[in-house]
């Protein structure tokens, strides 16, 4: 089984700048894609960022120029800093990992943290 446990998010001005951190733990072979979703109330989740196990990143046309992903693959984790947040950023969240749990690569799987709320407002 694998967990993945986000941090650091919290209530922001617009303006404002915040740090999103997620930690993967587990029966962990190795890690593919991570990346980073969100979900307003009563909207669909969508692609923020994600980055690849070689470095490539992608990022929906709302946050590019403003957001940047990041990872650790030493350590499992994935990182979103987010600059110049604005009310619409206001959303729960989400961490995304594929994660192989053994040598065969049909053995990957797609696991989800828990959210973490970021609220944008004055």
Known sequence: QVQ??????GLVQPGGSLRLSCV???????????GWYRQAPGKERDLVATITSGGNTDYADSVKGRFTISR?????TVS????????????????HAN???SWR???????????????VSA
Not at 72 to 76: C, E, G, I, T
Not at 80 to 95: F, G, H, I, R, W
């Open 80 to 95: 979103l800093q987010m600059n110049s947040l604005k009310p619409e950023d206001t959303a729960v969240y989400y961490c």
């Open 24 to 34: 993967a733990s587990g029966s962990i072979f190795s890690i593919n894609a991570m």
């Open 99 to 101: 994660v192989r749990t």
């Open 105 to 119: 690569p049909t053995n990957a799987y797609d696991y989800w943290g828990q959210g973490t709320q970021v609220t």
């Open 72 to 76: 650790d693959s030493a350590k499992n």
């Open 4 to 9: 993945l446990v986000e941090s650091g998010g």
